[in-house]
């Protein structure tokens, strides 16, 4: 099992929507997801995914479930808030993957710079950045690296993720059985499975050498 937080101060980045994403894209490659809501906000009712969605707003309910499914296969993903001190050292010390989306907006990418400053010095080792909401069109994509994104150290950005209306369906109850999304969506959710399980082999590869360094 490979615990993911995706985290971040700033309200409204995509944090749930990239939950629900990965935990798709994981879903259609056969792994089990299982998402964690932990803001405080009600959570979502679900009703036929194809992963598994849990109301772990008690940090002991989060825990105890990430403690039972440690010797699962698949991800465990925690949609985490901000600015949750107590909440950060929890996850510095607990996940393999912290992800912190941003937009291109200057709070985003500054606010996401502080909180990963943070986040490291709480112990956190592996954070890193995806590009949310980014446009389809070129022109706009490269403004937006020279306005906003050019402050990301790219050794830490692992992937960017267009722009697609119909994702906010999945932050959505069903009031239905839930039905396959769009082309689009499926897409972009394997896309972000793939961006994932890269990073997560990058990590895991670097932390092999430096045992071995020290053997
Ligand atoms: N890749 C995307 N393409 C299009 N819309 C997106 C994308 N990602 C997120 N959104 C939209 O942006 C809005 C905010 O997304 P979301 O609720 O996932 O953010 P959040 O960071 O979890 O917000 P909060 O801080 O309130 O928890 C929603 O309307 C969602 O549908
Ligand atoms: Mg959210």
New binding site residues.
């Given amino acids: 099992m490979k615990g993911i937080a995706v985290v971040?101060t700033r309200?409204?980045?995509?944090?749930?929507?990239?939950c629900h994403l990965l935990a798709l894209g994981a879903a259609w490659k056969n792994i089990p997801a299982y998402l964690m809501h932990t803001?405080n906000r009600e959570p979502i009712s679900v009703n036929g995914r194809a992963y598994t969605f849990y109301d772990a707003r008690k940090p002991e309910t989060l825990s105890t479930l990430m403690g039972a499914a440690m010797n699962n296969d698949g991800l465990c993903i925690v949609d985490s808030?901000g600015n949750r001190p107590k909440f950060d050292k929890w996850i510095a010390e607990s996940v393999d993957l912290v992800l912190m989306?941003i937009t291109p907006d200057p709070e985003s990418v500054d606010m996401a710079l502080l909180h990963m400053q943070q986040l490291e010095e709480y112990g956190a080792k592996n954070v890193r950045f995806l590009l949310?909401?980014v446009s389809s069109n070129k022109n706009e994509q490269a403004r937006d690296f020279r306005k906003y994104f050019y402050k990301i150290p790219e050794d830490k950005i692992i992937g960017k993720?267009?722009?697609?209306?119909a994702?906010?369906r999945l932050?959505e109850s069903d009031t239905e059985p839930f039905k396959t999304p769009p082309s689009n969506v499926n897409n972009?959710s394997r896309t972000l499975y793939f961006m994932v399980k890269s990073a997560l082999e990058n990590i895991e590869e670097s932390e092999e050498k430096e045992q071995s360094m020290k053997v």
């Fill in positions: 971040g309200g409204g980045v995509g944090k749930t929507s990239i803001d808030g989306p949310n909401m993720l267009k722009k697609v209306a994702v906010k932050r972009l």
